[in-house]
């Protein structure tokens, strides 16, 4: 791997302190995979290294997608037809379709067709610099089908430049062979998959779906208890919908994230800061089930809660690829700032995900880079369907 530095560039660090971390006319070096320094003031040291001129583009971290459910079957293009006809996403589902309609199609997919048709949903997310991508189970609902969408989403990452983390959710939604007796499904299934899951290396974090289509707290809490048996991270799909006290247990459990959270309410917000849990907004699934209730932006930003953006790729709820179009709608639908919007995107990402090796430019952490051919940071979120990317530099490579 070449060492070397870039220079002649605007670079947005995304520092603990919070802000852009803009450094004007700055050089970052990369050493090994990693950055060496950043500033503007180069050291002696880089002098005779090999320099590439960036022409005053922004640098900033590479991005982050903490949300995903980019291994699946099928697609849902006739329930979205549905939708616009009258019926409602809980409606969809409680007719047995939404979730368990893609559980018939992934059920029946392999290994290999499951890699095949994810593979272009995560080349999207990387063509708009994308260094990591979490990959959710939760398509199955039994065993074999569990474990193997888990291992396709391993498998992304030894196809592709790009670091997955995964989250199993097998307490996603009780299957039709379960319908009426979720906590049979979680005895009998969940959670013995999950300790399988876990015992194969398959398991960064479990989540699971917390609404009243689907678990209630009481059963969310079994399954994490069984995660903290095994000293795995939760996150918690929380507040969607409707308000059945989700985001509170994903605080209680310390989670790493409450995603969604619509109807997460102030004293929700006091709790996510106390157990420094990220709010991970998806306004991809607001926006597709034309929601109208907001989450509690101004709560969280009082309480100081890291906020997170992601695409919640998903064939039902969010069939969307493109982190840049987050950032939009965050700012858009949620009135994010374009500065919460790329913190969003990269260190409360990463900070959603557990990772605290990437997320930020500053020396020591992974020289993952998204380099931009535009002038401020805001242009990322104030552009629409349009990918200013110039280059991704993943792991010190590109
Ligand atoms: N919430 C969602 O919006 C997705 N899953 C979840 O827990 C929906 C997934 C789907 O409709 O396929
Ligand atoms: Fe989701």
Known sequence: MTNRILTGAKIATMPTAGGYGLIDQGAVAIRDGLVDWVGTDMPAEYSNWPNEDMAGRLITPALIDCHT?????????REFEMRLNGATYEEVARAGGGIVSTVTATRTASEDNLIEAALPRLDALITEGVSVVEVKSGYGLDADTELRMLRAARALGTLRDVRIKTSFLGAHAVPPEYAGRPDAYIDEVCLPTLQAAHAEGLVDAVDGFCEGIAFDTTQIARVFDAATALGLPVKLHAEQLSHIGGTALAAQYGALSADHIEYANAADAHALAKA???????PGAFYTLHETQMPPVAALRDQGVPIALATDCNPGSSP??????????GCTLFRLTPLEALAGVTCHAAQALGLTDTGRIAPGLRADLAIWDVAEPAELAYRIGFNSLHRRIFGGKG
């Open 276 to 282: 420094e849990t990220v709010a991970v907004l998806l």
């Open 69 to 77: 459910h980019l291994v699946f079957g099928g697609n849902r293009a």
């Open 320 to 329: 969307l690829a493109s982190l840049l179009l987050v950032m939009n709608m």
